[in-house]
């Protein structure tokens, strides 16, 4: 709490199903947490919660050929929505003052912004927009003692680069995100390569641990992350004489 996480990626590479992720993980640890969904409808937010809750491949679902999964396990879905402390809204995150107003009302213990870019610019330009909104939003997280998960576009010319990984700099309005972030996490799915399917998560900034690469398992067809398995080499037997 208190803090601001970026995470940022390029168009395609998972940035919602992250958020989607997250909201579930958030939501199913009892927190109270407001999806202030600028890209996406709500109704496109709970199809896709639907799919993670009750292992239901979204594909399946949005082509209609899942109704009979969806119809043996919507109770499920029911029941986890009914005891989650979740708003999901696509009306009220690109004003400072309208997501001020939400906060006030609901008290949350996390809020997610998907994404920065689509907040209101009025007379200024992005950049300014950005790095102002993010400044107030920042501010009331330390007042109300809520953590704020912050979802960014990559900029057109590390969007552009195919298949490389994303770099601190190539985020959109990429100085101000960097600044006022406590955590910046890129992500990147090596998607092309079918047979290893690798997908990465770069810590690329911490102000209060370490940096690095992790790898984690992805599964789309369900906005699901996983830890990899960690091999352990077996040990060999000692032999005395």
């Given amino acids: 709490k208190k803090e601001v996480i970026t995470v940022g990626s390029r168009t395609s590479m998972g940035k919602s199903a992250f958020s989607t992720h997250l909201l579930f993980n958030l939501g199913d640890a009892n927190l109270t947490v407001i999806d202030f ?13 639907i799919t993670n809750v009750c292992n239901i491949d979204n594909m399946k679902l949005r082509k209609g050929l899942a109704l009979e999964e969806f119809n043996e396990r919507k109770e499920i879905f029911k029941r986890w929505a009914g005891n ?18 939400v906060c006030e009302f ?3 213990d996390f809020i997610i912004i998907d994404y920065i870019q689509m907040v209101h610019c009025g007379d200024k330009d992005q950049r ?9 939003v920042g ?6 003692d809520f953590g704020v998960i912050n979802i960014s576009q990559i900029n057109r010319e ?7 990984r994303p770099y601190l700099h190539q985020l959109k309005a990429s100085g101000v995100l960097e600044e006022f972030s406590d955590t ?5 799915w090596e998607w092309i390569d079918r047979e290893n399917n690798k ?12 940096t690095g690469k992790i790898e984690v398992k992805f599964e789309p067809q369900f906005s699901r992350f996983s830890d990899m398995p960690i091999f352990t080499p077996p040990i060999e037997k000692e032999i005395y004489k």
């Fill in 139 to 144: 501010n009331l997280a330390k007042d109300m």
């Fill in 106 to 108: 609901i008290k949350p």
């Fill in 84 to 101: 989650a402390n979740i708003l999901i809204t696509n009306k009220y995150g690109r004003r400072f003052d309208d997501l001020l107003e």
């Fill in 184 to 188: 910046v996490l890129l992500l990147h």
């Fill in 37 to 49: 969904t600028n890209e996406m409808t709500e109704e496109q937010m709970c199809e896709r919660l």
């Fill in 158 to 164: 590390g969007a552009s680069i195919d298949n490389t």
């Fill in 199 to 210: 997908y990465f998560i770069y810590v690329e900034k911490q102000r209060h641990g370490i």
């Fill in 128 to 136: 300014q927009a950005i790095g102002d909104f993010l400044i107030d």
